[in-house]
T-cell receptor
């Protein structure tokens, strides 16, 4: 199974952009890149996903490297409510692609 | 609103007890998951079910079993609870992922189980 590597923690100032990196050098051609986040005392929630092209939604943007071996989750203006653990996950499709396993994630701290 | 509901937010059980953790989803999802979360260890997959009566072991199935008799309900069973099973347990559900489609998973709020 392809693995992801993320920094254990990152700090950001409120109202500034945050770039959360994820390395996935063994990614296969069918693996989607998913991001989830877990706010304190809550279950994880979906943030965004992509395959090859960069993606935007109301929560964040996902920038995927051309070789797909890394990706970056971008929060355009961090707020205190964005303080959470962010998980980068690779998802294949087909039977194996239905499993959902998490790595350690990045703990984002946002300073006022 | 989509919902994954776990039966208890907090649970205290004695060593050796049989413990049932229940999870119900109202989205008609085929896939359901049980995880445990411990400080410094992240989210670890215990069991996964891809249909009624169908299951696969995750990364840490030892000491646990599961039951999926109905599509909407996925139960995690601790046959004989031990103190090292004190943890936060999270349930999730998701549509089956056919080729070329990827959808998000929805999580419950978690059950904090303490085994004394």
């Amino acid at each position: 199974d392809a693995k992801t590597t993320q920094p254990n923690s990152m700090e950001s100032n409120e109202e500034e952009p945050v770039h959360l990196p994820c390395n996935h050098s063994t990614i296969s051609g069918t693996d989607y890149i998913h991001w989830y986040r877990q706010l304190p005392s809550q279950g994880p929630e979906y943030v965004i996903h992509g395959l090859t092209s960069n993606v935007n939604n109301r929560m964040a943007s996902l920038a995927i490297a051309e070789d797909r071996k890394s990706s970056t989750l971008i929060l355009h203006r961090a707020t205190l409510r964005d303080a959470a653990v962010y998980y980068c996950i690779l998802r294949g499709y087909g039977n194996a692609g239905n499993m959902l396993t998490f790595g350690g994630g990045t703990r984002l701290m946002v300073k006022p | 609103d989509v919902k994954v509901t776990q039966s208890s937010r907090y649970l205290v059980k004695r060593t050796g007890e049989k413990v049932f953790l229940e999870c119900v989803q109202d989205m008609d999802h085929e896939n359901m998951f049980w995880y445990r979360q411990d400080p410094g260890l992240g989210l670890r997959l215990i069991y996964f079910s891809y249909d009624v009566k169908m299951k696969e072991k995750g990364d840490i199935p030892e000491g646990y079993s599961v039951s999926r008799e109905k599509k909407e309900r996925f139960s995690l069973i601790l046959e004989s609870a031990s103190t090292n099973q004190t943890s936060m347990y999270l349930c999730a559900s998701r549509l089956r992922q056919p080729s070329g489609v990827n959808t998000e998973a929805f999580f419950g709020q978690g059950t904090r189980l303490t085994v004394v």
